[in-house]
Each structure stands twice: as C-alpha cells, then as structure tokens.
C-alpha cells in the first residue's frame, strides 16, 4: 500500500476509508455484489446502496452483499452480517 493510502489507517483521523478501486474490481468480479450496506453517494460500490442516513443496519440485507464498515462501531456492523445468515462464517468476511 501507498504511504497516501495508509497514513490514516491506525488513526482516528477518519471513520471511514474507502475501498481501493482495484481491490474492489477483483473481489466484485468473483462475487458479483449487489448491495452495499454502508456507503455513502460518494463511495457507493454497488447501484443500490445504503447511506448514514438510511442506516444499514436497519435494512434488510438481500442478494451478495458488501461491506467496508465504519470503523468505530464495527462490531454491530459484524454482528449484523453474522445474523443475516446463518451460513455464513468466518471466511466469508474479507
């Protein structure tokens, strides 16, 4: 990674970072997303998405979905994914 794109990561400088380009093609080529539960119009990876506004984690989760979390909260984001089906497991989060 890039000195620019990890000068923030291990700081509180942000709550959000956005998933690179090129990692989000690999991983949208294999999977096929089709919902991105915390985006925001600027960042949204997938046509329907949910923003702070909407609020993810009150909304049903259908299809293949994606998620980069915030980071403060993270664990409610976690938690959700682990009930939204019961087959997921540990591997299936990247």
């Known amino acids: ?22 990692l989000w093609g690999k991983l ?5 997303f089709d919902l991105d539960v915390c985006a925001s119009s ?4 997938c046509a329907t ?4 506004e909407a ?5 049903p989760w259908t299809g293949t979905v994606w998620m980069n979390p915030p980071y403060k909260g993270i664990r409610a984001w976690m938690d959700r994914a682990m009930q939204s089906s019961g087959r997921l497991s540990f591997q299936d989060f990247l």
């Open 49 to 52: 998405y949910f923003d702070i």
């Open 1 to 22: 990674m890039s000195r620019c794109m990890t000068s923030g990561m291990m700081s509180s400088s942000s709550d959000d970072w956005e998933t690179p380009l090129d």
């Open 55 to 59: 609020d993810g984690l009150k909304q």
């Open 42 to 45: 600027e960042n949204a990876k």
């Open 28 to 32: 949208d080529e294999e999977f096929d």
